[in-house]
């Protein structure tokens, strides 16, 4: 598994760039938002990579942090979403705005993306929401009463949906409930994250 690479800038164009590691070029598709963030030709970067294995290829994909590939992964999980229709998700949207559309189960905004209908993107919030539910809020943590309703019962619904969001992004249930606790619960959704964020970072 080639888990991330370090190196120098050698090619950035649309939807794809190359890292030269070490007289090696490593090339990766990657979304337009970690284009826009790997910085000139020529400079140090780094890239947290996903390598797809099919029958008929092999190809490498590469993002700027670890947020917007534990968001790739999310979605080529989902039944009917290869790795480019991932990619081109989160050229639309950045992990926050893709977290939120999940947690708030807001399948229309994820139809915006050229290629992605109305059914497939349902399935996505659908299969998401599931997914996080079964492996996250199954087993409590806190006194018999799962994360999220233990977190909300003494703020409002948006707590519970920033911390479906933050769990989307990657992080555990007891990582993200301690921290939306100490947040004003009058906060919206994406302030809460946004807050959230910067807390585990």
Do not use: W
Request: hydrophobic share 40%.
């Amino acid at each position: 598994m080639i888990y991330s690479l370090r190196g120098k800038l050698i090619l950035k164009e649309l939807g794809f760039a190359v890292i030269e590691c070490d007289g090696v070029g490593y090339g990766f598709r990657t979304s337009y938002n970690t284009l826009s963030k790997l910085g000139e030709i020529g400079s140090e970067v780094m890239a947290y990579t996903h390598l797809s294995v099919r029958e008929d290829s092999v190809e490498l994909f590469g993002f700027a942090d670890m947020k917007e590939l534990n968001c790739f992964r999310m979605l080529v999980s989902v039944s009917g979403v290869g790795p480019k229709a991932a990619v081109s998700i989160l050229s639309d949207m950045s992990p926050e705005q893709f977290a939120l559309t999940v947690a708030s189960g807001d399948s229309k905004s994820i139809t915006r993306t050229k290629g992605i209908g109305t059914k497939t993107a349902q399935r996505i919030v659908l299969e998401l929401k599931d997914k996080i539910s079964a492996d996250s809020f199954g087993t409590s943590e806190m006194s018999g009463t799962s994360g999220l309703s233990a977190v909300s019962a003494s703020g409002t619904s948006s707590v519970g949906e920033a911390l479906e969001a933050l769990m989307v992004l990657g992080y555990s249930q007891s990582e993200a409930a301690p921290v939306l606790r100490k947040l004003d619960p009058a906060l919206d959704t994406q302030e809460l994250i946004k807050a959230a964020l910067k807390a585990l970072s």
